[in-house]
């Protein structure tokens, strides 16, 4: 009997066709990237004040600008600390009786103010936003949050249904039909006549877009053999940082929303060609009991990278294809270890959503060029992918994932009771390296941490933690920051740390093929053993012979 990581011994653990698929199944993290935060600038709250026809009346009569309106119309009101012209309110008064040409200032001390009745102007130019289209500022800006939830909930809904099809029905069917789905949604979204069929068709585009992405991610990591397993996990997800980079570029010559996320989605509909350039997962087939088909596609990825198999391919099998057909979320917490995989990385997942949501929100966009901002909050993310690529073979997983996950904590607690200053931002973008370093870990060893037979749907059930840290992560800052500005911090410098504690509880994985069966997984030390077994027969096979020559034939036990 020959497991499929035998096989890949013969095929290559990372050739010319595991290059091509990791190649073309990465740029699918780019256009993710402006779906998850493209709300930057796609829903951006420019400065705003109420609008009265009589005093734009006024402005256009008397050659006056936006800011002289704003000025003598908008009650004052105190903004941490400082007196500025309210955004909301105006003063109760009939302009029409009030304004001349001749006006400069009015003394309206002591005057009754209203909300707003006739909508609001807006301080920015160039950007048509949905949250100016729309009029969502003042008693509404809360539905500017939901635009983001109903993202959040898509994810949480499509990881799930799309984890478990991928599971039923192959990681390539799936990974196809989300892309089409999601093609479909995000035009809609495009075209939305009204904010309420906007959300409608945002929970759609959530609801394709994670899915899709974690079945592409899956499969990737089951073709390619346990040493470059690392290296394609983590250059996987760094794609989604080189999307961040290209997002304020597109979104400074795209300015209206609709058409940006257009520009987003519209590679989407591309990457269903895929259906003729990539193939199934053998892992998965082998669980389905489809061997025939495995063994053809095995063959095919030999032939790409000019290996030759040998007659083990004839006994390519699937310990575990029996339990596929049953596979059940209750697979997930029916035993022990498996139990603890679970709870453990969920928690990580939902950890990493809000401190790393919440560190962007808090370092946010402070004012001046938001393109520049936004570009060069995101170069954080390259040191954390290169930090990760350097120690996870070194060092292992498990010691920078809870190094990380510890780093985070303690940058947020040391961040919460420093002074404003270049030494708070240095410290607290450690916090953020910390995280992000952590975001890209837990997908990577959640896929070491279950069988093929129930691994897509064990990653996206645990990754739904993420999307509910997503939701939690706005108003976890803001209300806290009421009571104190610095509260968040400690909140989240306290889940990173108990994140880092927690991982300490998993297994090692590095140099460990990726678990068949439950048994795998309840019982590591065979895992191990085998493992070991296998390296000292491929040592044995390579010792030179009597003859000087290199034997690949001889039974180790004879060497």
């Known amino acids: ?129 949905f949250v100016t289209e729309f009029d ?34 192959g990681r390539k069917m799936s990974f196809v039909m989300s892309n089409l789905f999601n093609g479909v949604a995000g035009i809609l979204v495009a075209v939305s006549p009204n904010y309420v069929s906007m959300l409608i068709f945002r929970v759609l585009f959530g ?29 996987y997800q760094m794609f989604f940082s080189v999307g961040l980079l290209l997002l304020p570029l597109l979104a400074y010559f795209i300015t209206d929303w609709r058409w940006l996320q257009v520009v987003i989605t519209v590679p989407y509909f591309l990457y269903v060609l895929y259906y003729w350039l990539i193939p199934e997962s053998p892992r998965w087939l082998l669980s389905q009991n489809r061997k025939t088909e495995a063994v053809e596609i095995t063959e095919a990825m030999a032939k790409e990278n000019n290996k030759t198999l040998s007659k083990n391919i004839e006994t390519l099998t699937d310990d575990n294809a029996d339990s596929a057909s049953t596979a059940s979320m209750m697979d997930l917490i029916r035993t022990p270890n498996m139990r603890k995989h679970t709870f453990i990385l969920s928690y990580n997942w939902f950890t990493s959503a809000v401190v790393y949501q919440g560190l962007i929100m808090r370092l946010g966009i402070m004012g001046g ?129 108990l994140a880092g504690a927690l991982v300490l509880m998993l297994p090692e994985t590095r140099g460990i093929p990726l678990p068949e069966t439950i048994d795998d997984i309840e019982h590591p030390d065979k895992v191990k053993q085998k493992a070991t077994e296998k390296q000292k027969q491929l040592s044995s096979r390579l010792l030179p012979n009597t003859n000087g020559n290199i034997s690949t034939n001889q039974d180790p036990a004879s060497v």
């Open 207 to 235: 609801f394709g877009v994670k899915g899709g992405w974690m079945a592409g991610y899956v499969l990737i990591t089951e073709i390619v053999g346990v040493e470059s397993r690392r290296t394609v996990g983590i250059l």
């Open 136 to 169: 969502l500022v003042c008693d509404d800006a809360w539905l500017m949050d939901m635009f983001q939830a109903m993202l959040n909930i898509g994810f949480l809904l499509g990881s799930i249904t799309i984890g478990y099809l991928a599971d039923r029905f």
């Open 369 to 497: 060029n938001v393109y520049i901002s936004f570009l060069i909050s995101s170069l954080v993310e390259f040191p954390a992918a290169f930090l990760i690529l350097f120690t996870i073979e070194r060092v292992g997983r498990r010691l920078p994932f809870a190094t990380a996950n510890a780093v985070a904590g303690a940058a947020c607690f040391i961040t919460a009771f420093l002074h404003d200053g270049w030494l708070k931002t240095a410290v607290a973008c450690v916090g953020r390296l910390g995280i992000t370093m952590t975001f890209e870990m837990v997908v990577f060893v959640n896929t070491e941490l279950y069988p093929t037979f129930v691994r897509n749907l064990g990653v996206s059930v645990c990754s739904t933690l993420c999307d509910v840290g997503g939701i939690v992560a706005p108003f976890l800052l803001y209300r806290l920051a009421v009571i104190w500005l610095e509260l968040p911090l400690i909140i989240f410098g306290f889940l990173a740390l």
């Open 1 to 129: 009997m020959t497991s499929f990581d035998d096989i890949l011994e013969e095929v290559g653990k990372f050739g010319s066709c595991q290059k091509r698929i990791f190649a073309l199944l990465s740029l699918v993290s780019v256009p993710w990237a402006g779906v998850y935060v493209g709300i930057v600038f796609q829903g951006f709250t420019p400065d705003h004040w109420c609008r009265d026809g009589a005093v734009e009346q006024w402005r256009r009569s008397c050659d006056r600008s936006p800011a002289d309106g704003r000025r003598l119309m908008a009650s004052p009101v105190n903004v941490s600390g400082e007196l500025q012209h309210s955004s909301c309110e105006q003063y109760e008064v009939d302009w029409n009786a009030t304004l001349t040409c001749d006006t400069q200032e009015l003394d309206l001390s002591g005057t009754p103010t209203k909300p707003c009745t006739s909508g609001w102007e807006y301080d920015y130019e160039g950007r048509k936003s």
